[in-house]
């Protein structure tokens, strides 16, 4: 009995030093990023290698500093509509390219391309960039999307932006230590891009085909009326495509520039439900894709290089005519799907110039008219 206070007294003592432990495991995670620098901050640190699968969505864009900082003969950059077109796949459709990749992101925004661009245009052996013309750039807000504000927070704030380091981070480090490249083990099970987990047609879902056939009821009378956008109200292309075209036909590089394949029934559903994205004006949406193409085509021929093309992968009737291809109002979900998007860009299949965009218009409102009529049917 009389041991019992000394024993309790002890227990009551703890251990101390367990409060800072996990500061003190934080400190050297932050270190071992700092040694690796995955993210390429310090520019002349040392370059670990990537490995050949898919890495984590927004991992991916903080990696755009050893991306860019190695040869690619191609280069394609777009939204979630492109990401999930692999090297692979690229390869396929470009088989003289050399090293191609994709730097795809979720929802790219104009103010994004000040920290993207320019990497771009430095890759060394670049031959060919393919752009996808993606709606978030009709962005009028200064606004930059989740992976762009990451880009700039790495930027401006360097390495005390611990913000953007994660126990992943860390890990990842170490093990390019170890091994020579930045890589976690459960990464190499990434297949897909992460928003398209657990997808399924949309015809899947009989609350989403009921609102589609909704909305071409709605909207079959205003679906092609005209909205109120203009070349002006697109910043994104005289601050940067402009730009970006010119320096790259100062050096001689192709720039494709790619309206990607959407279904046909999105001009009527959009009306009311709208983007994912706070980027359209209210109203028809079809007259809005449309000038915006009119827009990229007459920046296309302000910078005046005859390998440029602007590509519409929207009026293919096996893409865009088929919802069961998409798992929303935007997103192919079809794999198959992604090596015809490549192809036909390959191809130059669907190009549309100044003169030809009065007809192109003209066959998409056929196509889209006769699509929404065998839905609204169903």
């Known amino acids: 009995?009389?041991?019992?206070?000394?024993?309790?007294?002890?227990?009551?003592?703890?251990?101390?030093?367990?409060?800072?432990?996990?500061?003190?495991?934080?400190?050297?995670?932050?270190?071992?990023?700092?040694?690796?620098?995955?993210?390429?901050?310090?520019?002349?640190?040392?370059?670990f290698r990537l490995a050949e699968h898919r890495y984590p969505d927004l991992e991916w864009s903080r990696l755009i500093g050893i991306t860019t900082g190695q040869p690619h003969g191609l280069v394609l950059l777009g939204g979630s509509t492109a990401m999930p077109i692999s090297p692979d796949i690229m390869r396929e459709a470009f088989p003289r390219a050399r090293n191609p990749i994709n730097l795809s992101y979720?929802?790219?925004?104009?103010?994004?391309?000040?920290?993207?661009?320019?990497?771009?245009?430095?890759?060394?052996?670049?031959?060919?960039?393919?752009?996808?013309?993606?709606?978030?750039?009709?962005?009028?807000?200064?606004?930059?999307?989740?992976?762009?504000?990451?880009?700039?927070?790495?930027?401006?704030?360097?390495?005390s932006h611990g913000g953007d380091f994660a126990l992943s981070t860390a890990l990842a480090s170490l093990h390019a230590l170890a091994s020579g490249t930045y890589d976690l083990p459960f990464w190499s099970d990434i297949t897909v891009p992460?928003?398209?987990?657990?997808?399924?047609?949309?015809t899947h879902s009989a609350g989403v085909m009921r609102r589609f056939r909704d909305a071409v009821q709605r909207h079959a009378d205003d679906v092609f009326a005209k909205s109120t956008l203009t070349c002006a109200q697109i910043p994104?292309?005289?601050?940067?495509?402009?730009?970006?075209?010119?320096?790259?036909?100062?050096?001689?590089?192709?720039?494709?520039?790619?309206?990607?394949?959407?279904?046909?029934?999105?001009?009527?559903?959009?009306?009311?439900?709208?983007?994912?994205?706070?980027?359209?004006?209210?109203?028809?949406?079809?007259?809005?894709?449309?000038?915006?193409?009119?827009?990229?085509?007459?920046?296309?021929?302000?910078?005046?290089?005859?390998?440029?093309?602007?590509i519409a992968l929207d009026t293919k009737d096996s893409l865009s005519g088929d919802v069961g291809r998409y798992f929303d109002s935007i997103h192919l979900i079809d794999p198959e799907a992604y090596r015809t998007v490549i192809r036909m860009i390959a191809d130059g299949d669907e190009t549309i110039t100044s003169a030809n965009i009065d007809q192109h218009e003209a066959d998409l409102r056929t196509k889209v008219a006769r699509t929404a009529a065998r839905i609204g049917t169903r």
């Open 106 to 159: 979720i929802a790219p925004r104009p103010l994004d391309m000040p920290r993207i661009l320019p990497r771009i245009a430095q890759i060394t052996g670049l031959e060919r960039v393919i752009l996808f013309m993606d709606f978030t750039l009709i962005e009028r807000e200064p606004r930059r999307s989740a992976s762009g504000e990451v880009l700039e927070n790495m930027a401006s704030t360097n390495w």
């Open 194 to 202: 992460e928003y398209m987990l657990g997808a399924t047609p949309m």
């Open 236 to 310: 994104y292309l005289q601050n940067e495509l402009v730009p970006f075209l010119t320096q790259m036909a100062n050096k001689h590089v192709a720039v494709d520039l790619v309206f990607p394949s959407i279904p046909f029934v999105l001009y009527y559903d959009w009306i009311d439900h709208g983007p994912p994205f706070n980027t359209l004006l209210p109203g028809p949406v079809f007259d809005q894709f449309i000038v915006f193409k009119r827009c990229v085509i007459a920046a296309r021929d302000q910078v005046g290089v005859d390998s440029n093309r602007v």
């Open 1 to 47: 009995m009389s041991d019992s206070p000394a024993v309790a007294g002890n227990g009551n003592r703890g251990y101390p030093g367990l409060a800072l432990l996990p500061w003190l495991l934080g400190i050297i995670a932050y270190w071992i990023i700092v040694v690796v620098d995955p993210y390429h901050l310090r520019h002349n640190g040392p370059t």
